[in-house]
T-cell receptor, first 114, second 114 residues
Framework: AQSVTQPDIHITVSEGASLELRCNYS??????LFWYVQSPGQGLQLLLK??????LVQGIKGFEAEFKRSQSSFNLRKPSVHWSDAAEYFC????????????FGKGTKLSVKP | DSGVTQTPKHLITATGQRVTLRCSPR?????VYWYQQSLDQGLQFLIQ???????AKGNILERFSAQQFPDLHSELNLSSLELGDSALYFC?????????????FGPGTRLTVL
């Protein structure tokens, strides 16, 4: 069965520092991979997605993620964090085929220190 | 603003009651997804509709049902409510049925069962 693991429940970084949020997936083939962000009281917003091709994908708000098949990972990175990045981040995997639902990890809450 | 609207924003009700959550997808989107977000289970897929037809089912309880109407809005009906049904319920929409199609999330309905 497909699953997504986000090992870090809560991460705190200083403003201006770099960020890496970890995501590991379990899937029989190359999955479709997504990162979403949820700000307090808001719905989820798509940051970036990977389907195929270049394993380094760029997203909105200066985020990027790298797909590593050998490690079954899709980690999210940002070189310099801003206070407005404080939110909860979700990694998700989508099935190939006609079923479109996403399977989400439990999320990583990011706090940003001034 | 994702273009997906959900009403009501908050709902407080008692155990044993029945409620209806409403979702209007983005203009032109034919697929609607319902997800439940709770502290213990995280974000879980409940059900997907495409152009009025049920397309996929996830971890949806038998006490829950949904439908998509000809104008493409969708309703999630929750009956015989239990304390454990308290959660944030998200609706998402996409243009087609594939997981490669970006899902746009509404702001959610927070259900509290007392």
């Amino acid at each position: 069965a497909q699953s997504v693991t986000q090992p870090d429940i809560h991460i705190t970084v200083s403003e201006g520092a770099s960020l890496e949020l970890r995501c590991n997936y379990s899937y029989g083939a190359t999955p479709y991979l997504f990162w979403y962000v949820q700000s307090p009281g808001q719905g989820l917003q798509l940051l970036l997605k990977y389907f195929s091709g270049d394993t380094l994908v760029q997203g909105i708000k200066g985020f990027e993620a790298e797909f590593k098949r050998s490690q079954s990972s899709f980690n999210l990175r940002k070189p310099s964090v801003h206070w407005s990045d404080a939110a909860e981040y979700f990694c998700a995997v989508g099935a190939r085929g006609s079923q479109g639902n996403l399977i989400f990890g439990k999320g990583t809450k990011l706090s940003v220190k001034p | 603003d994702s273009g997906v609207t959900q009403t009501p924003k908050h709902l407080i009700t008692a155990t044993g009651q029945r409620v209806t959550l409403r979702c209007s997808p983005r203009s032109g989107d034919l697929s609607v997804y319902w997800y439940q977000q709770s502290l213990d289970q995280g974000l879980q897929f409940l059900i997907q509709y495409y152009n009025g037809e049920e397309r996929a089912k996830g971890n949806i309880l038998e006490r829950f049902s949904a439908q998509q109407f000809p104008d493409l809005h969708s309703e999630l009906n929750l009956s015989s409510l239990e304390l454990g049904d308290s959660a944030l319920y998200f609706c998402a929409s996409s243009s087609r049925t594939l997981s490669t199609d970006t899902q746009y999330f509404g702001p959610g309905t927070r259900l509290t069962v007392l």
